[in-house]
């Protein structure tokens, strides 16, 4: 499967507890975003690395997370002192980059819920 | 700030008959449209786009149209199929440009096909 991956797929954790997420890109792929996603909502936008660089933050993006890209390949998504509110599902995108065609392919999500 | 957005929540269609998703925007420097398909507990999968300097873009069953001045875009689907049933999410984004990737998605209109 060439597709992007994320694991874990699930993840139930107690409130104050950290949790840490990895997403494997399409290997060709130079940039990798993260997104979340709530009930009824489309997903919105954490943040994104161009190779190993971290180029862009949201807002929504508070001081308790954390992105990783470390060699360009995978990244880690972590979150300290999970909150109640935290529970979504987090998503993976990568893209070649290149163009004004370029397409963003997203991974299976790992869906998180904080008790 | 809704800058994308997918006014009607659910659509139930004959199969065989054609589907019309509709997404309006806001923002003036959206330049590149994107349609994906999401079916329960994975990802978003992509389905097709436009850039505005198009006003159609055409792939198999699925046709995109682009009305620039009406900030309106819509997503027909013929003949539609039951595999079709699943929440149709319209993304937006400025061209291509360093700093400003990310996707902008609207909230989602959940397709039925009636067999």
């Known amino acids: 499967d060439t597709g992007v991956s994320q694991d874990p797929r699930h993840k139930i954790t107690k409130r104050g507890q950290n949790v840490t997420f990895r997403c494997d890109p399409i290997?060709?792929?130079?940039?990798l975003y993260w997104y979340r996603q709530t009930l009824g909502q489309g997903p919105e936008f954490l943040t994104y690395f161009q190779n190993e660089a971290q180029l862009e933050k949201s807002r929504l993006l508070s001081d308790r997370f954390s992105a990783e890209r470390p060699k360009g390949s995978f990244s880690t998504l972590e979150i300290q002192r999970t909150e109640q509110g935290d529970s979504a599902m987090y998503l993976c995108a990568s893209s070649l980059g290149t163009g004004i065609s370029d397409t963003q392919y997203f991974g299976p999500g790992t869906r998180l819920t904080v008790l | 700030d809704q800058q994308v957005k997918q006014n009607s929540p659910s659509l139930s269609v004959q199969e065989g008959r054609i589907s019309i998703l509709n997404c309006d925007y806001t923002?003036?420097?959206?330049?590149?449209f994107l349609w994906y398909k999401k079916y329960p507990a994975e990802g978003p999968t992509f389905l097709i786009s436009i850039s505005s300097i198009k006003d159609k873009n055409e792939d198999g069953r699925f046709t995109v149209f682009l009305n620039k001045s009406a900030k309106h875009l819509s997503l027909h689907i013929v003949p539609s199929q039951p595999g079709d049933s699943a929440v149709y999410f319209c993304a937006a984004r400025p061209i291509s440009n360093f700093g400003n990737e990310k996707l902008t998605f609207g909230t989602g209109t959940r397709l039925t096909i009636i067999p």
């Open positions: 290997s060709e792929h130079n940039r």
């Open positions: 923002n003036s420097m959206f330049d590149y």
